[in-house]
């Protein structure tokens, strides 16, 4: 069992920005890749970034060029940095951990572009 808890959300205006972590229970670094999603009100929950163990990542074409997703795997933490932020933004973010064969999910993190 993988337990997986973001941290990091909260209220910004926007273009500003954000940095999301995700502290896993298990070493990340046995973990196939890492992921953050988002729901939005009334979406449906969307892939944001992944890295995977070898450290190659992908970025949703919403978000290419204002994020960027790291690993520390000496503190078994993935982060996501988001920048320019934008209302559409607006979202729970989720983390979650591809581990032998099985996806784990954390509880959401609460982010909020307004002015």
């Known amino acids: 069992q993988v337990q997986l808890v973001e941290s990091g959300g909260g209220l910004v205006q926007p273009g500003g920005s954000l940095r999301l972590s995700c502290s896993a229970s298990?070493?990340?670094?046995?973990?196939?890749?890492m992921d953050w999603h988002r729901q939005g009100p009334g979406k449906e929950r969307e892939l944001v970034a992944r890295?995977?163990?070898?450290?190659?990542?992908i970025y949703a074409d919403s978000m290419t060029g204002r994020v960027t997703i790291s690993r520390d795997n000496a503190k078994n933490t993935v982060h996501l940095q988001m920048n320019r932020l934008k209302p559409e933004d607006t979202a729970v973010y989720y983390c979650?951990?591809?581990?032998?064969?099985?996806?784990?999910w954390g509880q959401g993190t609460q982010v909020t572009v307004s002015s």
């Open positions: 298990n070493s990340i670094f046995s973990s196939n890749y």
């Open positions: 890295i995977w163990s070898s450290g190659d990542t």
């Open positions: 979650s951990g591809r581990f032998s064969g099985r996806t784990y």
